[in-house]
């Protein structure tokens, strides 16, 4: 008899993403390892078909069900690819025997990209840490051994943690945006900065702040700088935050598992001290960052999935009004998003020989400019990802770090 | 390590401009003489090369469709006594379509070209339905001036559109389409009139041109903005203030 192929719904985050996917919005981020040896393609290939058994909710394919997508389990194994293309580009996920996720080398970095579709940084975190030590393990250097994959990892996190009758969180109202042009289309552009953690955790320090609302506060004082400079129509800025709930909640699920919180600042209201941005950011937190508002959103989100009407409605025809949809209650109300993965660490038999780890946000055409960070060993790298040719902001951003007195290095992938 | 003199970031040897600002940075030798491995690919562009092998896809699928379409009609009037008029026109419009495709499916690069083969097209379309009957009855009177006006005016919004593109699309475009429509309505009306009583006795499309280009140079004059005397009465008057 033939073995009943196993299947997953998509999580309540994830659910959006295949249908709001397109060329420019490819909802795929990158986690990348840069070693200090180039990569043996082949023993990659090996490792990743290896560990790819202890991840048995990323060994999927997409579905098309009348209703929503799903993850169908699959006997086949990806292939590890010599990267050619601009990171976090689209991946044609939706066709036939095609993963939710890539594995790239070039030189001496080893890439892993994942659609949002089916999981968030700290799933891919733990894919690419388990990838390294299986290299690592098959070159010989003896690491520690994978764990065996628990149920809990593959459940929806959200549907578990759902409160009934929680009343929704307010409504965002549309927020600022950055007026560049767009470029080309299959372009991408990174500029990474590398900051000493040291300095840049004493720095914030000084302001009483934490790095993220550090970080955030910069973020926030470089688009006053901007907006004040071109006498823009004024609008609120609201960045997006997304906040890993495992931290909240008991879970250790591989799927997504995030709440975005949007502190926002109406520069209409007059200029603000980078000491006064901080002080709202510090509040903000304080207020947000608790069980109770973020189950109003969860119970938001998974409301909506759970309502009848939606569920009902044919899966092309929620391909057609999701994009529109997302755009006006998601990225519409965001002027850009920053997303901190923290601070990373590799076992110690292997943290010698792997030099850095990075992280690039998706593309998105609400928001053409999008920070990750990510921490690892005594640098941070603060990765902005942007569809335009335009450097204003990465230029604003980082000559206010220099005038700190805080060292930064400057990468890009730009030509 | 080199910096950029205006940012004050470090960067990589032998970057030339600052990734930031774009200011030339010194050439400065690697003292330690290490070997540089380039961090990222010098990147090929995915999206062309994907849309090409999507739309040759989509393409070939209807270019067998549409020469299935054709044999099928072939057979049906060579099998059947069908009306030869009917099956004609079928074969004519089903060979236009395969053209069209061809054009929206964006193989001709420039959208000047494109919109001219789009004319092209439908000229050769509508001398070939005007024709099925083996004699030329509307074509040059009506069809003709038609394709050539419309044309004319879509190159006509073009121009303006590429004009403004980068100041305020959302005046101009409806601006520029109000323009468009009025101009098309007087053309359309000329040529129906003369043709049909060899005179040109303008009525509703004047009542279009007047409604549509009032309406156009409204939004346009808001956007390069009233004289102050005009915009003073129209505060006074109405107590707002629109500027």
Not at chain 1, 197 to 210: E, G, H, P, R, V
Not at chain 1, 356 to 377: A, D, M
Not at chain 2, 12 to 41: A, G, M, Q, R, W
Not at chain 2, 103 to 127: A, E, K, P
């Amino acid at each position: 008899m033939k073995q009943k192929k196993e299947w997953y719904r998509l999580d309540n985050a994830g659910k959006l993403y295949p249908s709001i996917t397109s060329t420019r919005v490819s909802t795929v981020f990158r986690l990348s390892a840069t070693l200090y040896n180039n990569i043996d393609s082949k023993v990659l290939q090996i490792a990743l078909n290896n560990i790819i058994e202890y991840f048995p909710y990323f060994k999927v394919n997409l579905k098309r069900g009348l209703f929503w997508y799903y993850f169908e389990h699959t006997e086949k194994y990806p292939k590890v690819q010599k990267e050619t293309y601009y990171p976090c580009m689209f991946m044609f996920y939706k066709n036939k025997n095609s993963f939710p996720f890539r594995v790239l080398y070039y030189n001496n970095r080893i890439s892993v990209e994942f659609s949002h579709s089916i999981t968030d940084g700290v799933g891919a975190i733990n894919f690419l840490k388990s990838l390294l030590v299986e290299y690592f393990n098959l070159l010989g250097i003896n690491t520690d051994s994978h764990k065996i994959p628990s149920k809990e990892e593959a459940e929806d996190a959200f549907k578990k943690y759902y409160v009934k009758n929680v009343p929704n969180p307010p409504k965002l109202k549309k927020a600022f945006h950055f007026p560049f042009k767009l470029n080309s289309k299959g372009e991408y552009y990174i500029i990474t900065g590398i900051i000493p953690m040291d300095i840049l955790l004493s720095t914030a320090k000084k302001y009483n702040a934490s790095l993220t609302q550090f970080l955030l506060a910069l973020y926030f004082d470089t688009i006053q700088d901007f907006i004040k400079s071109n006498n823009f129509k004024l609008l609120p800025v609201v960045i997006n935050l997304p906040v890993n709930l495992r931290s909240i909640y008991p879970s250790n699920t591989m799927r997504n598992f995030f709440i975005s919180v949007t502190p926002q600042i109406d520069f209409r209201l007059g200029t603000y001290s980078f000491e006064e941005i901080v002080n709202y950011i510090r509040n903000y937190m304080q207020l947000t960052l608790n069980k109770k508002y973020i189950n109003q959103h969860i119970h938001h989100n998974v409301k909506r999935e759970k309502s009848i009407f939606i569920r009902l409605i044919p899966l092309f025809l929620k391909n057609l009004m999701m994009p529109t949809i997302y755009s006006k209650y998601g990225e519409r109300n965001y002027t850009t998003g920053i997303s901190n993965l923290g601070l990373i660490t590799l076992p110690k038999s292997i943290e010698d020989l792997v030099e850095r780890i990075e992280f690039y946000p998706p593309p998105s055409i609400g928001n053409i400019i999008k920070v990750g960070t990510i921490g690892y060993k005594d640098n941070i790298y603060i990765s902005f990802g942007s569809l335009t040719k335009t450097t204003t902001i990465e230029k604003i951003f980082f000559r206010k770090i220099r005038k700190m007195n805080i060292p930064v290095k400057i990468e890009t992938n730009r030509e | 390590m080199p910096y950029c003199p205006k940012c004050g970031v470090e960067v990589d040897y032998k970057i030339t401009n600052c990734p930031l600002c774009t200011f030339p940075i010194p050439d400065i030798p690697d003292e330690n003489n290490n070997i540089k491995v380039s961090k990222f690919p010098r990147p090929e562009n995915k999206y062309y090369e994907t849309i090409l092998k999507i739309k040759n896809q989509i393409f070939f699928t209807l270019s067998i469709l549409i020469f299935c379409a054709v044999l099928i009609l072939i057979t049906i009037n060579s099998i059947i006594d069908a009306h030869p008029l009917a099956i004609n026109y079928s074969i004519i419009s089903v060979v236009a379509a395969w053209f069209y495709i061809f054009i929206f499916l964006g193989y001709i690069s420039s959208l000047y070209y494109s919109i001219l083969g789009i004319g092209i097209v439908t000229m050769f379309l509508t001398l070939g339905i005007d024709y099925v009957d083996g004699r030329i009855n509307w074509f040059f009177s009506y069809a003709l001036p038609v394709i050539i006006l419309a044309l004319a005016i879509i190159y006509l919004f073009l121009y303006l559109y590429n004009r403004s593109k980068f100041l305020n699309k959302f005046i101009f475009i409806p601006s520029y389409l109000f323009i468009g429509i009025s101009l098309l309505s007087v053309g359309l009306e000329c040529i129906l009139d003369y043709q049909a009583k060899k005179s040109i006795s303008l009525s509703w499309s004047l009542i279009v041109f007047i409604v549509l280009i009032s309406i156009a140079v409204l939004l346009i004059s808001l956007y390069y903005k009233l004289p102050d005397i005009i915009k003073e009465k129209i505060k006074r008057k109405l107590h707002i203030s629109l500027f």
